[in-house]
């Protein structure tokens, strides 16, 4: 079992639906990430919180917009997307995000956009 | 950024047998990670390995971070083992700590 947890494991959904992804740790994680991976390709990183505040974004289109409401709780909100968005989101915590931590990762939702 | 190579691409194996993984990189490293990731998609990780060597039941990895290039080893290999191995790094400046970089990968399959 993973100490990463992400919710829910799958989604299908409309281009113009609005739905959350969800991300919980409790190891006390100060970093939290959300990747995107395609079919065969490796994960991207897509953006990065410390401490709470947006750190990294990584040139993601506005449909994608994060949330950490607390140091235990990432939310990915999805609106408008489109079907080349469909694809496993993975979410990573590190103990924090300045360097030398590993990241731990959740088992992912897999989104699919009709 | 810092350019992530892994070889071979493709590995097939019969249960039982030992292999190499390999993993290069351009550049100084903070971080050094291998991951294993599943049929089902779960990433698990295997080492935290930014230099030295470590060792994890048949699993052992060695990182050479002066020579820029990190190996897994996978001995007495079985069909639990298939999947797609990564190797990523992570950089040492500041504004791209927590970017992990991940190589393409080694897609693994082990037969009975």
């Known amino acids: 079992d993973t100490e990463v947890t992400q919710t829910p494991k799958h989604l299908v959904m409309g281009m113009t639906n609005k739905k959350s992804l969800k991300c919980e740790q409790h190891m006390g994680h100060r970093a939290m990430y959300w990747y995107k991976q395609k079919a065969k390709k490796p994960p991207e990183l897509m953006f990065v919180y410390s401490y709470e505040k947006l750190s990294i974004n990584e040139s993601v289109p506005s449909r994608f917009s994060p949330e950490c409401p607390n140091s235990s709780l990432l939310n990915l909100h999805l609106h408008a997307l489109q079907p080349e968005d469909s694809a496993l989101y993975l979410c990573a915590s590190s103990q924090d995000n300045r360097g030398l931590q590993p990241q731990h990762f959740g088992d992912g939702t897999r989104l699919s956009i009709l | 950024g810092i350019q992530v190579e892994q070889s071979p691409p493709d590995l097939i194996l019969q249960e039982g047998a030992n292999s190499t993984l390999r993993c290069n990189f351009s550049d100084s490293v903070n971080n050094l990670q291998w991951f294993h990731q599943n049929p089902w998609g779960q990433l698990i990780n295997l080492f935290y390995i930014p230099s030295g060597t470590k060792q994890n039941g048949r699993l052992s990895a060695t990182t050479v971070a002066t020579e820029r290039y990190s190996l897994l080893y996978i001995s007495s290999s079985q069909t639990t083992d298939s999947g797609v191995y990564f190797c990523?790094?992570?950089?040492?400046?500041?504004?791209?700590?927590?970017?992990?970089?991940f190589g393409a990968g080694t897609q693994v399959v082990v037969t009975p």
């Open positions: 990523a790094v992570e950089p040492p400046w500041g504004d791209s700590w927590g970017k992990l970089q």
